[in-house]
């Protein structure tokens, strides 16, 4: 983990649970974090975390994967199953795609992958707690994402645009979900990377783009006047279509 010089400027208060098996993470972290204005509470697994959410009421849980007794995922899925919404933010390892995709899947908001700044985190937990403050089922726990005419059976992969179902490709179908989860949201062609292919270095590969491409001709948007995403120059990209469950 990076630790900058300072953190990020003062964000409103809000209760930060953090979850990791390691103590000199779980102080340093955490200590950034109450710098940045934030409430933390700990824990040392998710059995540990689990009994916190039970008594205090908290914003938002950070959490690592890789821990004794229960695991982060497993936080996740047990944090889900008895019908809470938490926001929850997965701190990992492991690189490959598709165990961020999965984790996504079982219902965590967003993750991080280690080594990380923690400024990142901080935007990442600002990011998270503007999507779901104000709202019960976040979007990345729905099993289906509808914008307009266009419908994402997330559990079935299956996409529609008014009535008719789409041919897409696995990967374009994981972008669009992951898109679609976060509207309004601007990505990075490298943060894309990252998340859905695991490619944490900078790269040449026109991988984003051309997937991105795919889903334009799928569902006949103009990318000049998109109904759906737009690319911003200098930027990347971003759904602008509203998203609801």
């Known amino acids: 983990m990076l630790?900058?010089?300072s953190p990020a400027p003062v964000q409103p208060s809000a209760t930060v649970l953090l979850v990791d098996d390691e103590a000199p993470i779980r102080t340093s972290l955490g200590s950034y974090l109450e710098r940045s204005g934030y409430r933390v509470m700990s824990a040392g697994d998710g059995v540990e975390a689990l009994d916190l959410l039970a008594d205090y009421d908290i914003d938002i849980v950070v959490s690592d994967v890789l821990m004794p007794r229960m695991d982060g995922r497993e936080l996740v899925r047990r944090v889900r199953a008895g019908g809470t919404w938490t926001p929850i933010i997965l701190l990992t390892q492991v690189d490959a795609s598709y165990e961020r995709v999965s984790a996504l899947d079982d219902g965590a908001d967003d993750y991080l992958s280690k080594p990380f700044d923690p400024a990142e985190l901080a935007s990442r937990i600002r990011a998270v707690l503007r999507r779901t403050r104000g709202v019960g089922q976040p979007l990345t726990a729905a099993a289906r994402l509808v914008s307009g005419e266009l419908t994402l059976d997330r559990a079935g992969r299956r996409v529609t645009l008014a009535g008719r179902e789409l041919t897409l490709t696995p990967k374009a179908v994981t972008l669009l979900d992951f898109?679609?989860?976060?509207?309004?949201?601007?990505?990075?062609?490298?943060?894309l990377?990252?998340?859905?292919?695991?490619?944490?270095?900078?790269?040449?590969?026109?991988?984003?783009d051309h997937r991105i491409r795919e889903i334009r001709r799928a569902l006949g948007d103009n990318a000049t006047d998109p109904t759906f995403i737009q690319t911003v120059p200098q930027g990347g990209y971003r759904f602008r279509g509203e998203v609801h469950a």
């Open 3 to 5: 630790m900058p010089t």
């Open 193 to 208: 990377l990252s998340a859905l292919w695991g490619i944490d270095f900078a790269s040449s590969t026109r991988a984003v």
């Open 179 to 191: 898109l679609m989860c976060h509207p309004g949201e601007l990505h990075t062609r490298e943060a």
